[in-house]
């Protein structure tokens, strides 16, 4: 359970800026 | 701060701690030991409070350095105080991942959409001058094919002068 | 009913109840082991009194008897001590969003906001790609018209040209001139009519 705490914690912190990541650059490549 | 405030807990928990396990209550339990070697039963109880205090502020520091707690108590601190202010409860993660996420992306969206405003303001007006001269052009053509019609028309009275003057010849 | 502190946990990077289990554990082992050592001396010593009447049984049943007071006050401090860290330190008050969540304080889109602001976006591209296309027709048109103005400006030259033959070889305006030659032929024809009828 604590694992699961840490790990979904950590995903919430870290995970918005990557998805965002690829989000752009999907946008750029069909702007492109 | 919270640093202060671990501290001094860890402390307070430590006094009360050693306060339970007071030398009265050390000789009460070994009371045999004691009767045979008082100085001895003194000595090992002050050893045996100082080894524990000692291992459990090593212990305490080990926790602080592995888990960088004085840092981030300090970085907590400060971000508790810019929220001093606010008294309504703050934003929690709604357990949905898609309608969290959605709020990283607008930034970006907002961003992206004025760059698009701005492009296709840009275009439009380039547009509007280019549509400009393709109508000046078109005028142009216009008045062109008006003049060479008005020339040409002129050229075919002269023909039918022509004619004329042909058959005038011809007779 | 725990309360995960998952919050918490995103700060901290380890959950605030791992964090003092840990501290309680090893505290644990300390009291334990430190209660061996004060055992173990104590047992050594009484090995070096010859005749001792003190049993090991009885030192031990002495350790336990310590150690269990020692234990109940250790849990119950370290109760409190975990109840106030919880509270105080380790923990963050409901006003307060970590930075990394500071994109919903200011953008709090709800999914048809979301959606309206991607339907927006698609909206714009589709129109900055039909200024684009309108863009490469009105050059197109440019190009053509270029072709085609030069064109008819040729013709125009070729009139142009004829009249300043017509100048060059003194026929002034060369519609006049014709008219003129017309009529001057006219004349001759009629003078021509007029002697054949008088050499008639």
Request: charged share 30%.
């Amino acid at each position: 359970f604590d694992e699961l705490i840490v790990e979904t914690a950590t995903r919430r912190k870290q995970w918005p800026k990557k998805i965002l990541v690829h989000a752009i650059q999907t946008m750029k490549a069909e702007q492109e | 701060s919270r640093a202060q405030v671990f501290a001094t807990v860890v402390d307070t928990f430590l006094e009360k701690l050693v306060a339970a396990g007071s030398y009265q209550r050390f000789v009460n339990s070994y009371r045999c030991f004691y009767k045979l070697q008082p100085q001895l039963t003194r000595s090992i109880y002050d050893q045996f409070i100082s080894q524990l205090q000692a291992s459990i502020k090593e212990e305490i520091q080990e926790v602080k350095n592995e888990g960088n707690l004085e840092g981030l108590f300090s970085s907590l601190d400060k971000i508790v105080e810019e929220a001093k202010d606010r008294e309504e409860p703050a934003w929690r993660p709604s357990g949905i991942p898609e309608d969290d996420v959605r709020s990283a992306m607008v930034p970006y969206l907002l961003k992206h959409r004025s760059h698009l405003r701005r492009v296709l303001r840009e275009k439009e007006e380039q547009n509007r001058k280019v549509a400009e001269s393709v109508l000046m052009g078109r005028d142009r053509i216009a008045e062109l094919e008006r003049l060479i019609q008005a020339r040409q028309q002129a050229w075919q009275a002269i023909n039918k002068e022509q004619r004329e003057l042909i058959m005038t010849f011809q007779e | 009913s725990v309360d995960p502190m998952a919050y918490e946990t995103q700060f901290f990077g380890f959950t605030p109840q791992t964090c003092m289990l840990r501290v309680y554990i090893a505290f644990q082992d300390y009291l334990f082991e430190m209660m061996l050592v004060v055992e173990g001396v104590m047992l050594k010593k009484l090995d070096g009194i010859p005749g001792c009447k003190v049993s090991p049984s009885q030192i031990r049943k002495c350790t336990e008897k310590f150690l269990l007071f020692m234990k109940e006050h250790f849990d119950r401090l370290f109760a409190k001590m975990e109840e106030v860290l919880l509270q105080l330190v380790l923990n963050i008050p409901k006003n307060v969003l970590l930075p990394e969540d500071r994109v919903h304080e200011q953008y709090p889109y709800s999914k048809e906001e979301f959606q309206a602001l991607q339907d927006e976006l698609q909206q714009l591209q589709q129109q900055c790609r039909a200024e684009v296309a309108a863009e490469q027709a009105l050059r197109a048109e440019l190009e053509e018209q270029k072709v085609v103005k030069a064109e008819l400006e040729k013709i125009l030259q070729c009139f142009d040209g004829l009249e300043s033959i017509c100048r060059e070889h003194g026929a002034g305006n060369f519609k006049e001139s014709f008219a003129l030659l017309t009529q001057n032929s006219k004349k001759l024809q009629d003078v021509l009519k007029d002697i054949e009828k008088k050499s008639q």
